[in-house]
């Protein structure tokens, strides 16, 4: 696609379920990147994803986040176990890398509430 | 990374020039500036990066102290769509920091009709 594509645009969950947030990069970028941003707060970078190699994980908050990114394209992001303090804007970017370096493209994110 | 420093806030008139000023005293030699933007209710959209010299593209100039330790972002006529929160970013393209943009407060843009 033109863009980065997140789903779902909103997700409502009850305190202790687990939730999935996806996106879809744009073709050919090989960097993958999460971040998420409380309201009326700065983004927060919870992980990235650079071709093959292994996710620099060194932002995710708790063991209760994780990603994958399957095939070198979509990615996943997992909360289990959701508390309050989750409730947040998840934003995803891609990246081509090196010379062909042209900036973060992010979607329009993933508005999280959890009651 | 190399931490920058901004203004919390700066105002513009409509059409006027906007100079968008950014200190990183620390910078290091493989350290490239990046500026992003942030509209109210959206996500951050690339503005445009920089090494050493100047920069110009469709949405901005960048303007790179000789000594690199400041830089300026300037938008040639400011329209209203440009109020936005303005981060200015270092980070390294090549080796161990290459990878993820580490957003600060930034400097929110007003822009007055």
């Known amino acids: 696609g033109a863009g980065v594509s997140q789903s779902p645009s909103n997700k409502v969950t009850e305190k202790g379920k687990d939730v999935e947030l996806r996106c879809d990069p744009i073709s050919g970028h090989t960097a993958l990147y999460w971040y998420r941003q409380s309201l009326g707060q700065g983004l927060e970078f919870l992980i990235y994803?650079?071709?093959?190699?292994?996710?620099?994980k060194s932002g995710l908050p708790s063991d209760r986040f994780s990603a994958e990114r399957t095939g070198g394209s979509v990615s996943t992001l997992t909360i289990q176990r959701t508390q309050q303090e989750d409730s947040a804007v998840y934003l995803c970017a891609s990246s081509s890398a090196g010379e062909k370096y042209y900036g973060y493209t992010f979607g329009s994110g993933t508005r999280l509430t959890v009651v | 990374d190399a931490k920058t420093t901004q203004p919390n806030s700066m105002e513009s008139n409509e059409e006027e020039p906007v100079h968008l000023p950014c200190n990183h005293s620390?910078?290091?030699?493989?350290?490239?500036i990046h500026w992003y933007r942030q509209l109210p209710s959206q996500g951050p959209e690339y503005v445009i990066h920089g090494l050493t010299s100047n920069v110009n593209n469709r949405m901005a100039s960048l303007a790179i102290a000789e000594d690199r330790k400041s830089s300026t972002l300037i938008l040639h006529r400011a329209t209203l769509r440009d109020a936005a929160v303005y981060y200015c970013i270092l980070r390294g393209f090549y080796g161990g920091s290459q990878g993820n943009l580490i957003f600060g407060k930034g400097t929110k843009l007003s822009v007055k009709p």
């Open positions: 994803f650079q071709g093959n190699s292994a996710p620099d």
């Open positions: 620390t910078i290091s030699g493989t350290d490239y």
